[in-house]
């Protein structure tokens, strides 16, 4: 069975940063594509960024770009969003996702974490 625990989600003020993380854990062969969606309130889930497992990554959002970074850790199956410059409208649950080969390959979700940005 695998799973995918995020973890750094929490309260911040305007202009702040956090950093979420995504570990993927179980009986893995292989993890390719890792990212990040959000769900804020009355909105439907948006991919926010992606990466590869080589190293190459896409932010899906504009209002993203130059304050997000995404990145991983192959040897720690961990995928990273660090989030600066947080603005109100950033607030929303972070969900984490995977590509994973098991024995067959399917994606994954990971529980959410809530990020809330409000002075």
């Known amino acids: 069975q695998v799973q995918l625990v995020e973890s750094g989600g929490g309260l911040v003020q305007p202009g702040g940063s956090l950093r979420l993380s995504c570990a993927a854990s179980?009986?893995?062969?292989?993890?390719?594509?890792m990212g990040w969606y959000r769900q804020a309130p009355g909105k439907q889930r948006e991919l926010v960024a992606h990466?590869?497992?080589?190293?190459?990554?896409?932010y899906a959002d504009s209002s993203v770009k130059g304050r997000f970074t995404i990145s991983r850790d192959n040897a720690k199956n961990t995928v990273y969003l660090q989030m600066n410059s947080l603005k109100p409208e950033d607030t929303a649950v972070y969900y984490c996702?995977?590509?994973?080969?098991?024995?067959?390959?399917?994606?994954?979700w990971g529980q959410g974490t809530q990020v809330t940005v409000s002075s």
């Open positions: 996702f995977a590509n994973i080969r098991d024995g067959v390959l399917r994606g994954y």
């Open positions: 179980g009986s893995i062969v292989s993890i390719y594509t």
């Open positions: 990466i590869t497992s080589g190293g190459s990554a896409n």
